[in-house]
């Protein structure tokens, strides 16, 4: 079963604006990761926090993990068009890495 | 350095053939990963392997699946009598020593499509 669980399940932004989405969680991590995907294909790793981690900052994105909550946010802050794409939390479950099933951002110009 | 490559791009096959998906990782991660992907959904687990140790296969969903690593580098998982709801982007990951907080690094995936 899917340990993470994207929220929401789309978002539609105007370029210029911050998109934020949620992961939630069901059992205790080690770390959490972000993933973005294009087009359905390839994943691309985006950033990593640890459970003893409360918020990371990389560029343009800022993540925030509650463990108590088991919960995370990803912010993008000043989205482009091309930040456009889907979005996955990622948990070190009993397998290596249980992903969720994403949020789909589209960034319009 | 190359990425990780997948083979072939795109493979569509008849109900009830074998398929083989090939699987290139990048040279010297000795972690690799095969993940199933439906349309609109996320990352289903399948298949890790890690150096010489057995795989964990708790993630194949059938025994027509399965899938191997020879000498460590290159990955086949092989489906056998295809099913319609076998249809889905195949994507695999390699990633330096199998650790959590590794960054799994992606291929671009195979497309299958059952008919």
């Known amino acids: 079963s899917q340990q993470g669980e994207e929220d929401p399940q789309a978002l539609s932004i105007q370029e210029g604006e911050n998109a934020t989405m949620n992961c939630s969680y069901k059992?205790?991590?080690?770390?959490l990761q972000w993933y973005r995907q294009n087009s359905g294909r390839g994943l691309v790793h985006l950033i990593l926090i640890r459970s003893n981690e409360r918020e990371k900052h990389s560029g343009r994105l800022r993540v925030t993990l509650d463990t108590s909550k088991k919960s995370s946010s990803l912010l993008i802050t000043a989205s482009r068009a091309a930040d456009t794409a889907s979005y996955f939390c990622a948990t070190d479950g009993n397998t290596p890495l249980v992903f969720g099933k994403g949020t789909r951002l589209s960034v319009i110009a | 350095g190359a990425g990780v490559s997948q083979s072939p791009s795109n493979k569509v096959t008849e109900k009830g053939k074998d398929v083989e998906l090939r699987c290139d990782p990048i040279s010297g991660h000795t972690a690799l990963y095969w993940y199933r992907q439906s349309l609109g959904q996320g990352l289903e687990f399948l298949i890790y392997?890690?150096?010489?140790?057995?795989?964990?296969k708790s993630g194949l969903p059938s025994d027509r699946f399965s899938a191997e690593r020879t000498g460590g580098s290159v990955s086949t998982l092989t489906i056998q009598r295809t099913q319609q709801e076998d249809s889905a982007v195949y994507l695999c990951?390699?990633?330096?020593?199998?650790?959590?907080?590794?960054?799994?690094?992606f291929g671009p995936g195979t497309r299958l499509t059952v008919l």
């Open positions: 990951a390699s990633s330096l020593a199998g650790a959590s907080a590794d960054t799994q690094y």
């Open positions: 392997f890690q150096g010489n140790s057995a795989p964990d």
């Open positions: 059992t205790s991590i080690n770390n």
